[in-house]
């Protein structure tokens, strides 16, 4: 029996929960904030509560791996089994881990987060593609025989990225734009969406690229970052129906209550919805 690919479940996804991705980021200040402390109990009663609250009606959990692995083996169990009562809710989970290596190292990647019978096994990855996009076909080819997603880092909401993603390739083209070129190869021919996604800022003002990959679009830098909704036609044009916009802090700062959660998440969601219908 074939598998569903990743691209289709994510507009399943989008069209009956909303575009919006929440991000799990369990940094030690907003531990604090919720009145939990810097340990492996904060941290498991802090991913418990969100994946409880917003599991059920919001398309994409973001987790990143990082505020988990320092934990040790410990907060890795948390986070496995975050991603499997994500999943068993309903929600895709996208594992924030921005993984790049070469070889049979990005082989031992993809199959950490991409074969389904890992214990960390997501419905998608981040992974950094400046090593090459080559060296992403360990990941790739294991997404395809998975029905997972990847999404490659192309023009980032941190100002730095533009030093590497914005330097220009031996044919004239932007680094970025190299790397959106091979991902609309990838996704040729796909529908409803193709599985191999972009991760680009919401925080740009005007990509400045061309975005018509046939994939995904994950949107950071809305809220803490200080994009709004509103931003998303002026960066995204033409591609922003497969917009997916990403919030952290701006819905985790309503913990610990769940219902606060939950409503932040549904706001953002209308508005989102709002902002794209209006493009």
């Not at 919001?58 to 907060?75: D, I, T």
């Not at 129906?241 to 219902?259: F, H, K, M, Y």
Request: proline fraction near 5%.
């Amino acid at each position: 029996m074939s598998t569903e690919h990743f691209g289709a479940r994510l507009r399943r996804a989008m069209d009956t929960r909303g575009p919006l991705c929440v991000g799990i980021d369990p940094h030690a200040s907003l531990l604090t904030a919720w009145g939990l402390n810097d340990d492996v109990a904060g941290l498991e009663r802090f991913t418990r509560t969100v994946v409880g609250a917003l599991a059920d009606r919001v398309a994409v959990l973001k987790p990143q791996s990082a505020f988990f692995e320092r934990f040790g083996s410990r907060g890795i169990a948390v986070l496995e089994k975050a991603v499997q009562e994500a999943r068993a809710a309903g929600a895709l989970v996208l594992m924030d881990a921005k993984r790049g290596d070469i070889g049979s190292t990005m082989g031992a990647y993809a199959a950490t987060y991409l074969e389904k019978d890992s214990p960390l096994f997501s419905d998608a990855v981040t992974v950094s593609p400046y090593l090459g996009f080559g060296s992403l076909r360990p990941a790739l080819d294991a997404a395809v025989l998975s029905g997972a997603g990847v999404f490659v880092l192309a023009l980032t909401s941190n100002p730095e990225g533009a030093e590497v993603q914005r330097a220009t390739a031996a044919d004239g083209r932007s680094l970025a734009q190299l790397m959106l070129d091979h991902m609309a190869a990838e996704n040729e021919g796909m529908a409803p969406l193709g599985s191999v996604g972009a991760v680009v800022g919401a925080t740009l003002g005007d990509a400045g690229a061309n975005l018509a990959i046939n994939g995904p679009l994950l949107a950071p830098g809305i809220g803490a970052q200080g994009a709004t909704p509103a931003d998303l036609p002026g960066v995204f044009g033409a591609s922003v129906g497969n917009v997916v916009p990403s919030v952290s802090r701006g819905v985790l700062s309503q913990g610990p209550d769940a219902a606060g959660l939950r409503e932040a998440a549904e706001r953002l969601t209308d508005e989102i919805r709002v902002a794209v219908a209006g493009s």
